[in-house]
DNA sequence: TTGTAGACTGCCGTCGACA
DNA sequence: ATGTCGACGGCAGTCTACA
């Protein structure tokens, strides 16, 4: 499992504790839908700005996206 | 202060706490001196892959480099 | 609701060189 | 030992559209 899946999953299970959908995650941080689903499945090398944007609209701090 | 300035000087703190040199820190991570400098200066919007190489090369977890 | 595709712009990350 | 520059290829991140 290499990072970007890891960071993946964790995204995918943060996002469906809050109960909200990929769409309303797009809205929420800003970042468009199409790349949130991409993310999720460990496909993208996601960026500073991009996991800071998603940590606020999961309102948590970014650190809880890599711990297990 | 921005991420990734908040990231570069947590980088810059790691480093210089492990007793390493840009230069040592490049080759421990396989990634460019210069490209370095530019993070640690918060310049640079850096990827799941960098941090991951930097996280290694530094012996610590990828989450210490997000905390305060 | 999610995955995928294509086309696009801008910037990540590399390298060699010089202060 | 560090900062900076210029040039470069490749990909991050956006958007529209369709299953």
């Known amino acids: ?6 960071f993946g999953q ?7 504790g809050k109960g909200l959908s990929q769409e309303d995650l ?4 800003g970042i468009n839908r ?7 499945q460990g496909k993208r090398n996601v960026s500073l700005e991009v996991m800071e944007k998603l940590a606020e609209a999961l309102e ?3 650190k809880v996206l890599f711990e297990e």
Chains 1, 2 share one sequence.
Request: net charge positive; charged share 25%.
């Open 34 to 40: 199409p790349y949130i689903s991409a993310i999720e």
């Open 10 to 16: 964790k995204v995918n299970a943060l996002r469906k």
């Open 1 to 6: 499992m290499g990072i970007k899946q890891t």
């Open 60 to 62: 948590i701090h970014i």
């Open 26 to 29: 797009s809205e929420k941080s």
